[in-house]
Structures are given as C-alpha cells and as structure tokens.
C-alpha cells in the first residue's frame, strides 16, 4: 500500500496504485494535479497508518476519518488552491508578456525597465500591478471561504489593458 503525505507529515491519500508525479498525484480512477512530488511525497506501507496529525486519508475512492474521527476539508481546499494558484500565477504572467511583446518590449518586465522613459511602459507596468494586486483580492476572497473559481474565471475578472 503506498500513502501521500503533504510536508506536515498528514496523510491525504492511501491506496495500491497511487502514482505521485512532478505534475500530479493520480491513480486509474481520478486525478489531483495540485498534489505534486515538490509539495509532497509517496511511501510504501505494510498498512495504513490511521492519524497523521488529525489529517484525513482518501481510501478505496473515499475520504475516510482519522482516529480523531475528524475530517479537515481545508487540507483539500488548500490542496485545490494551490493547483489554481499555479494555474493562474502562470496565465497572468503569460497574459501581462503577451500585452508587453505586443508594444515592442522582449516581457512585462522589460517594459516596467522603461517605464520612467515611455508613456506605453509605465502603462503596462501599471496594469500589470492591476491584476497581480486582483489576483491577490481574489485569493484573499477564497481564503475567506468563497468558492474557489476556475483559471478561466478568474482570467476574466482581469483588468484590461487600456492605452492612454
């Protein structure tokens, strides 16, 4: 049997055929890309350990209950998160050099190099504090227990690029 631990030592999953990946945790039934092998590792066990820490397990296709006879949704919620937030870091960055390239400069970076000396850049520089500083309303929003929205919802609560 092999079990998933995230770096608090919580078992999160257990079973025969987990397989733990520098993308994703998967197994032939489903598939978690925000469980990775840089945020967590893969043990081989004679049987199931039953508490890490009062974490919860998935077992046979279900969230089983620790000996504390607790489940914690946040370890799932914080495992969801982080996937999206990977997601969405990569698509704003993608997004923000994309605009920039489409102004002459090599990336968003290269443009906020120029913004003391170009209108354009000092535009891009500041759109682009824009939807780092929405990215961080939205998380704080999620933390606060809203809904964890979609890479692609998110992606459209983005600021636009306005010229001046």
């Known amino acids: 049997m092999k079990i998933v631990k ?4 919580v078992v999160l999953f257990a079973g025969k055929a987990l397989m733990l990946s520098e993308t994703r945790l998967s197994c032939p039934e489903w598939i978690a890309p925000g469980i990775t092998s840089m945020t967590h590792t893969i043990e081989e066990v004679a049987e199931l350990p039953v508490d890490y820490r009062a974490g919860e397990y998935f077992f046979d296709g279900g969230w089983k209950k620790t000996l504390a006879g607790e489940t914690n949704d ?3 919620r914080e495992a969801q998160m982080s996937a999206c937030r990977q997601e969405v870091s990569a698509s704003i960055q993608q997004l923000l050099d994309t605009t920039a390239r489409q102004y002459g400069y090599d990336s968003i970076h290269t443009a906020c190099g120029w913004s003391d000396n170009f209108i354009d850049a000092a535009n891009l520089k500041n759109w682009g ?7 961080g309303e939205i998380e704080a929003s999620i933390k606060l227990g809203n809904p964890i ?3 692609d919802e998110i992606m459209g609560l983005m600021p636009l690029f ?3």
Request: glycine content about 0%; overall charge positive.
């Open 129 to 135: 504090a824009d939807c780092w500083r929405k990215a």
């Open 6 to 9: 995230d770096k608090n030592n």
């Open 162 to 164: 306005e010229e001046v």
């Open 74 to 76: 946040s370890l799932r």
């Open 149 to 151: 929205l979609t890479k």
